[in-house]
């Protein structure tokens, strides 16, 4: 399927129904009085984060969404059925924005997570709300309240732990293959990564990440060459980035130049990027002797002056796979137990921005029931 991280779309939420004008017709009771009923509320426009989505492309297809109006109040006191709510699902890692003011009023990062982004209308009022002792007749309603009408602009961050970043043809598609049960195109020719693809890595029973193959960066690629700008978003939401690097590249370029473009390119869009956690990950280890790659290897952590973690690996023979899977395994889990701290902290302290303290790469949850309303 099409990767498509971008849509708009047009959600109208149902009018109320209007009010009745009744009176109470019954034998041997003449002047029964008013008896009309109000009318339903209208039916409300809701987001539903569902994880079994990772694309906006049904949007593409439909773009208007509307809630069921209420009904109409009805004599003998009866209200109008309230209209059925809109539930639209999307996928979780979606930020919603209002097309007219460029607000932002949701980010969806929990699966099962609801927004309200567009309120059905109020039920009109019957005859009957209207009687007094000076006003025993009245022939007074009200119409229902039109439903709002919003025009919404969805983008899509994945959610992953782990991101992959490196120049075309560095392997990154390979080595999620190889970690993962993801199967990202591949081929023995220099090509990028067109959509982005998640991959889980499991470790055992009850541990696992995910990790993001997203394409592959070219120089300019912040200021929109190539893909770049489209999916360097993605790697916003991770917590620590994979630096692939190909250490035989076939043009005989430079490894170390490849790695310092790169970071000129995560500055450049972001310069909270250039401080996320990044591991150097050496590729294609296979394809050179032994004494060839250590010098290789050596060279490359010298020019660079790195001092991060790296790992020398083969996404095609698997050499240092292991090491880099269980690394990885333990630093996700050390980045949760610190989100769990703080999120702690942050309660005993009465504080409203549950997130502060969180790493940069992952924003925190929500609360539990995972609702959340619109101004």
Not at 216 to 242: N, P, S
């Amino acid at each position: 399927m099409k990767f498509v991280d971008e849509a708009q779309i047009r959600v109208l939420a149902g009018n109320g129904g209007n009010g009745a004008l009744s009176f109470r017709r019954e034998k041997y009771v003449p002047r029964g009085g008013p008896d009309g009923g109000d009318g339903g509320q209208g039916g409300s426009v809701y987001l539903l984060a569902d994880e079994r989505l990772n694309t906006l492309v049904d949007f593409r297809h439909q773009r208007i969404f509307r809630a069921q109006r209420g009904t109409d109040g009805a004599g003998r006191n009866r209200t109008g059925a309230g209209g059925d709510d809109l539930l639209i699902p999307v996928p979780v890692g979606t930020l919603v924005q209002v097309c007219e003011t460029d607000e932002l009023i949701g980010d969806l990062t929990v699966d099962g997570q609801k927004l309200l982004v567009a309120r059905g209308g109020e039920g009109g009022k019957g005859n009957t709300r209207f009687k007094s002792s000076t006003n025993q007749a009245p022939r007074k309603t009200t119409p229902g309240v039109s439903g709002e009408e919003r025009e919404l602009h969805l983008e899509l961050k994945l959610l992953a732990d782990v991101g992959l970043v490196g120049f075309p043809n560095a392997g990154k598609s390979t080595l999620v293959r190889a970690v993962s049960a993801a199967t990202p195109k591949v081929a023995d020719y220099p090509f990028t990564t067109l959509y982005p693809s998640l991959g889980v890595v499991s470790m055992d029973r009850g541990r696992s990440y995910v990790v993001a193959d997203v394409p592959g960066l070219i120089e300019g690629a912040a200021d929109g060459a190539g893909l770049g700008i489209q999916f360097l978003k993605h790697i916003q939401r991770t917590r620590i980035l994979w630096h692939v690097v190909d250490l035989a590249p076939l043009d005989g370029s430079d490894p170390a130049e490849q790695v310092k473009r790169i970071e000129q390119e995560l500055e450049k869009f972001d310069p909270a990027l250039a401080r996320w956690p990044r591991w150097l990950i050496l590729n294609k280890a296979d394809l050179m002797a032994e004494d060839e790659l250590n010098d290789r290897v050596s060279e490359v952590l010298a020019t660079l002056s790195w001092d991060a973690p790296h790992y020398v690996v083969s996404a095609v023979s698997g050499a240092g796979l292991d090491q880099l899977k269980a690394d990885s395994m333990e630093a996700v889990e050390a980045l949760d137990a610190q989100a769990s701290d703080a999120d702690e902290a942050g309660e005993a302290l009465g504080t409203t921005e549950r997130g502060e303290a969180v790493h940069p790469g992952r924003q925190a949850d929500p609360e539990a029931d995972g609702s959340q309303d619109s101004a």
